[in-house]
């Protein structure tokens, strides 16, 4: 068998099994499955407490191709995540955002009890109903 078509096997053999990240410097990286989730979980829980979760396979993401991200985000969810911690009424109902950039970075932003934006997420939040 030729080289290419060895490739091509591979290639489609890791697809059915991880996820296949196309690079920017024409590279690629794999990643189980199991991996993926667990890194989307984690980072998302780091998030919460208004922190950034070092991983390689954001940091993979990030430097995909926009095709390759693309196809990550649609499967897995978007790497650029956001959360809200919404204060009870009686405790002042300011809504802190925190927001995961596409750089790595979190970025937290408090809207104070009542605000227009306080309003608008607290009401996203109750016409979602409870994240569990």
Do not use: C, Y
């Not at 078509?5 to 499955?33: C, P, Y």
């Not at 932003?109 to 934006?117: D, I, L, Q």
């Amino acid at each position: 068998m030729a080289l290419k078509g060895r490739l091509r096997r591979l290639q489609r053999e890791a697809k059915s099994e991880g996820v296949i990240l196309r690079l920017r410097d024409g590279g690629f990286r794999v990643f189980d499955q199991m991996e993926v989730w667990k890194e989307m979980f984690l980072t998302q829980t780091a998030l919460m407490m208004g922190e950034a979760h070092p991983s390689e396979v954001l940091d993979a993401v990030r430097a995909a191709t926009p095709e390759s991200q693309a196809a990550f985000e649609e499967e897995h969810g978007s790497i650029e995540m956001v959360g809200h911690i919404i204060a009870p009424e009686h405790s002042g109902g300011w809504v802190d955002e925190h927001r995961l950039l596409e750089d790595g970075t979190v970025k937290i932003t408090r809207f104070e009890g009542g605000s227009e934006k306080a309003l608008q997420i607290l009401e996203e939040a109750r016409r979602q109903g409870p994240a569990f």
